[in-house]
């Protein structure tokens, strides 16, 4: 660790946080979730064009990850990494779910004997709602209510039109032509309030920013736990002039949309932690932001910053996202922590805050005590990534990518982030350790229960590549 982190670690406080009276109170937790950002299109990780000041300051108040990772490369496995704390190819969780054959349908979801972190918090006094996508199964026994959540108001698959014919100065950029042109009257993935169907005209990000705001107004007097998990920036590139008009200098259309995509997410970032603030809950509210994988590239749109590769791919740009943590009531901000981190340790960590402990076989660590500067070293000694054949490990600064049929790649990530150097020859013993620990990894899985969507060919560093989603 640097000498400059060390000492700002050592300064983190752990005072408990009391109310008025003496009164204690546990931490109200929020999860905030991007769909599809980059790793280079916010302000604090050094984009050139697209300013986030509330995300920064989000950053600036908390502790930076910058090895933040998730558990997969594309949506839906992903977000069931996240929600259980456990690697979802343990439950068969590898692909995306999504439309199937009539036989797949009623078993594409997040398995009903996966236990998640609003049903462990909700069983530990906390009111739990969900804002946005939720991408874990679309029949009723999937359903956010039926998963821990007390209140829901978002869609249940994985992408929707931002605005309908009758949102104001709705502006679009047609990325894919299947996607079609021309706003709907109605999204084609119905809007929720809790079980009832609604419709829904306000910009679906400042839509699900408002409605994220009315929660932590219902519920300022008790325990919350709110999962707002945006869709944005995730295609169709649907924006409203008020944001597209901030980016005059940007002169790729695709590029300007996604930056005013992801203002209208800083945007309603800022509205949540402002929320907080009126309401006397800023110090102590457990706040992660992350996105659930790196930017589609491919849609020339977006940016992965340094970092190779794109969504559904696992080299770094693919899997390497945004990760911030918040907590002022229990640490300083200011930090940045570079040792790699998870989504899986989202659950762990806010079930330590809230007093609980994670179920047997939670895959994931408390960062708590890492980020306070008590406890050394990695969290983890290894992180896996399986989707179909291709494979991938992290142990330290070695990073090791196994691709069907191919010899196994390794990267030295210290001084080679963008993966561009293969340095498997001249490190058999890393390699040998590395293909070990993944092949006992891979030996614990389970069968996948649905086949992938689909095998798309991605290139990376100038090499076609196929990915199984």
Known sequence: ???????????????????????????????????????GDLGYLGSPDVPTPNLDALARSGVQFTDGYVTAAVCSPSRAGLLTGRYQQRFGHEFNTGPAPRDERERLGLPLDQTTLAQLLKQNGYKTGMVGKWHLGGNPEFHPMERGFQEYFGFLHGANQYATTRTQDAVEVEVREEQGGGFPPTRRNPIFRNRERVEEDEYLTDAFGREAVAFVERHKQEPFFLYLAFNAVHTPLHTLKKYLDRFPRIQDERHRLLASMTAALDDNVGRVMNALKDAGLEDNTLVFFLSDNGSPTYTRAGTNGPLSGSKITFYEGGIRVPFLMRWPARFQGGAKFSKAVSSLDILPTSLSAAGAKPPAGSDGVDLLPFVKGRAKGDPHEYLFWRSGPNRAARKGKWKLIALEGK?????????????????????????????????KWTAQLANPKWTPRSTPAIPVNGEVIRWSV
């Open 407 to 439: 010899p196994p790649r390794l990267f030295d990530l210290s001084a080679d982030v963008a993966e561009k150097n293969d340095v498997a020859a001249a490190n058999p013993a890393v390699v040998r350790d590395m293909m070990s620990a993944l092949d």
């Open 1 to 39: 660790m640097h000498t400059t982190r060390r000492h700002a670690l050592a300064a983190f406080v752990a005072a408990p946080f009391v109310l008025g009276q003496g009164s204690r109170r546990k931490p109200n937790i929020v999860v905030i979730l991007a769909d599809d950002l980059g790793y």
